[in-house]
C-alpha cells in the first residue's frame, strides 16, 4: 500500500490518487497540518541530485537499494532521475518496484532467499541473485530448474571497521570459500560477479580499494573471468558528527582499484543505499510531554529513530514553532512565541511505553522548548522510516513533499506567502530549471550579494550547520 499523501489545509490522509501537494517548507507543513502523528517530509530535490550525482560519477551501472527507504514517491524521484536499476531485498520489494515502473531492471541482491522468492522472483524475470554459500548456489540451481541465463554473484566477506553500521558479521564468504564458489557458478551461470559490502556509512575510501584488492586475489586464485565487479553499498551522507570525504574520494578509489578487473572486461556496479536518500527526508515529530530536559515525543527507537537509539546517532534537530501569537492559533500563547535563543540539550523519549524507546542525543534545543512544539530530525531519508513497526499502536505512514527546497535544512528559504502548485511531471521539471537558471544566475553575482541570497543553502546543495539556525 502505498503511505498517504497529505495536503495542505487538512490533517486527513488523502487517496493516494489524488496529486500531490507541495510545502514550500517543513514550517508550512507544521502550519498548515498541525499534525498530532509524526510526518516523513520528502525532499524530491534532493533525491534527485544525489541519483544524478552518482549515475554522472560513477564508471558503471547504479543500482539504487531499495530497502534503505522504498517509498512509492522516493523511487518515483529516483526514477525520475534516470535509476532503472533496483538492488531488492525481498519479493515484495521487487514487486513493488516492478508495480512502479515496467521497465526497471532487478537485481536481487540477499544472499540468503526462501525457495519461493527464488522461484518466484525468476518468474518474475529477475536473473542477477547473489549468494555466499554452496547450499544457496544448490538452491538457486534447483528453483530455477537449472536455467542457464543466470547472472550469480558471490558476496564476499569483506572488514567493515571503516563503517559506521559494520555488516561484516552476518553475509560474506571467507576467500578460500569464494575461490571454490566462483568455480562452480562460472560452470552454471551466464555470468558471474564478485560483490561486497564494505558496512554502511563507510567513511574511507581506502575500505573499498581493500575489499576490492581481496576480490581481485579471489579471482586470481580462482583463475575465473569475472564479468561483474559489484563495490556494494556503504557509501556515506554527511551528519552532524561524521563528515566524510567527498563522493568524489571514493570514486577515484574504487576506478583505480578496479582496473585490473575492467582491463579484463568487467562491468563495475554499485548499490547505493544511504548516500542516495539520508539527506532526502526529515520527520515532523511533536512534543507530548515535557519533563525537565526530557522530551516525551511522538516518535521513537520503534518509528523512525532506530538509529537514534539503537546506536546512540545523534540526528541534526530544530525546534518547528510556525504559530504567530493573535493570528488565530490554536495553540497555547506559549507555543506562538519566538523561541529562546538559548540552546540547551534534551534527551527524546519516544510514544511506546517500552524502557528502550529512549534517544539519549544529547539534541540541542531551544530551552524554552515544551508540549506542542514540532521538532524537525533531519537525514532520516535513509533506515529512517522504513524501520517503522506497529508496537503499541503507533505507526504513521503520512508523507508531505517539501519542493523546492535545495536540503532538509534549507528551512524557510521563501519567506513570501507560498503559492502551492500541483507537482506534474512538467511542474517539476519547469521548477527544476528555474532553480538551475537562479543558481547560475547567483553564480555570475558578486560574492557578497551571492552569500546573502545563500543564508540557507550552502553553495554546494548541502545544509548549513544546525547551530546556524
Ligand atoms: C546488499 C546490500 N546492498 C546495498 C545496501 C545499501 O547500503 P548503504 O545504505 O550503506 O549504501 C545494503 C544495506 O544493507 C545491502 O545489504
Known sequence: MEPHRLLPGSTEAQSTTTPDYLFRSVNEVAKRLKPETPIQCVFPDSVRTQARKFIDLFPGTVLYAVKCNPGPDMLRHMYAAGIRHFDVASLEEARLVRGLFKDAKLHFMHPVKSRESIRRAYRM??????????????????????????????????????????????????????????????????????????GSQCMDPVAYTAAIGRALDVATKAKVKVDILDVGGGFPATYPNMIPPPLENFV??????????????????????????????????????????????NDGTYGSLFDAGALNWKFPVRLVRPQKAGRGN?????????????????????????????????????????EGDWIEIGMLGAYGSTMQTRF????????????????????????????????????????????????????????????SQNLHASGDGRAPPLSAK
Open 330 to 370: 490554536t495553540h497555547k500563547d506559549a507555543n506562538a512565541r519566538p523561541p529562546s535563543e538559548k540552546m540547551v540539550p534534551f534527551m527524546f523519549y519516544g510514544p511506546t511505553c517500552d524502557n528502550l524507546d529512549k534517544m539519549k542525543g544529547p539534541f540541542l534545543l531551544p530551552e524554552d522548548t515544551q
Open 252 to 297: 577515484e578509489a574504487i576506478k583505480v582499484a578496479a582496473q585490473p578487473f575492467v582491463d579484463q572486461g568487467a562491468e563495475l556496479w554499485c548499490e547505493p543505499g544511504r548516500a542516495m536518500v539520508a539527506a532526502a527526508a526529515s520527520m515532523l515529530v511533536r512534543v507530548n510531554l515535557r519533563k525537565g530536559r526530557r522530551l516525551y515525543i
Open 125 to 198: 524475470g529477475i536473473r542477477d541473485f547473489s549468494l555466499d554459500s554452496a547450499a544457496e548456489l544448490m538452491k538457486l540451481m534447483e528453483e530455477t530448474k537449472s536455467a542457464r541465463d543466470l547472472r550469480l554473484f558471490i558476496r564476499l566477506a569483506v572488514a567493515g571497521n571503516s563503517a559506521a553500521y559494520d555488516l561484516s558479521g552476518k553475509f560474506g564468504a571467507a576467500p578460500s570459500t569464494a575461490v571454490d564458489l566462483l568455480r562452480q557458478a562460472r560452470k552454471l551461470a551466464a555470468k558471474v560477479g564478485i560483490c561486497f559490502h564494505v
Open 392 to 451: 503499541n499502536g503507533f505507526h504513521s505512514e503520512f508523507v508531505a513533499t517539501v519542493w523546492p527546497e535545495a536540503a532538509p535544512f534549507a528551512f524557510e528559504r521563501l519567506r513570501k506567502k507560498p503559492t502551492l502548485v500541483v507537482p506534474t511531471e512538467p511542474a517539476v521539471q519547469q521548477a527544476s530549471a528555474l532553480r538551475r537558471a537562479s543558481a547560475s544566475k547567483s553564480m555570475k553575482q558578486a560574492p557578497a550579494e551571492r552569500g
